[in-house]
C-alpha cells in the first residue's frame, strides 16, 4: 500500500520530497515484480496536504509547488478473505495514512497542516482495501 501526503511548497523542498518519492518508487516496483497472478501485494494510500496559500505563488512571490508522500502497505502476510485479515488491512492503512500526513508535517513545518489529512488519505485507499479483500472472497469461494 502506498500511503502518499501533498503539501504545496517552494522548489528547494521539491528536491527533498522527489528524493523520498523515488525510493518509495523503487520499493513499488519491487511490490509490482511480485504481485500472483498479476494482482497487487500492496494497497498505495495517498495522503493531500490542502493549504490556504495561493496556487502558483507564495506570500513573497515564490513558486508554489504541490508536494506528495507515498507509503506501501503490505498485507501478503494476511489472509483477506477473513474479517480479522481484512480489519487487520484496514487498521494498517489507517495508521499508513496517518504516519505519512504526519511526516509531511514534518517536511514541511511552514505549512499549514491539514487535519483531516490522515482521514481523506485512510478514504482515498480505501477502494484498492475493498478491491484486494474481493479478489481475496472470489479466489476463496473457487477453491470450494
Avoid at 501533498?6 to 520499493?27: I, K, Q
Avoid at 509547488?65 to 481484512?86: F, I, N, P
Amino acid at each position: 500500500m502506498i500511503v502518499k501526503s501533498t503539501s504545496r511548497r517552494r522548489p528547494s523542498a521539491l528536491v527533498a520530497v522527489s528524493a523520498t518519492l523515488f525510493a518509495l518508487g523503487l520499493s513499488a516496483s519491487a511490490a509490482a515484480l511480485a504481485a500472483e497472478n498479476g494482482a497487487p501485494l500492496n494497497v498505495i494510500v495517498e495522503a493531500a496536504r490542502a493549504t490556504t496559500k495561493v496556487v502558483g505563488r507564495s506570500d513573497i512571490g515564490a513558486p508554489i509547488e504541490q508536494m506528495s508522500l507515498r507509503a506501501h502497505v503490505r498485507y501478503s502476510d494476511l489472509d483477506l478473505a477473513t474479517s480479522s485479515g481484512a480489519a487487520t488491512l484496514k487498521n494498517r492503512v489507517s495508521d499508513a495514512a496517518r504516519l505519512t500526513c504526519r511526516d509531511l508535517d514534518k517536511m514541511y513545518p511552514l505549512s499549514d497542516a491539514d487535519p483531516q489529512c490522515a482521514l481523506r488519505t485512510a478514504d482515498e485507499a480505501m477502494p484498492q482495501v475493498n478491491a484486494a479483500i474481493a479478489r481475496a472472497e472470489s479466489k476463496a469461494r473457487a477453491k470450494r
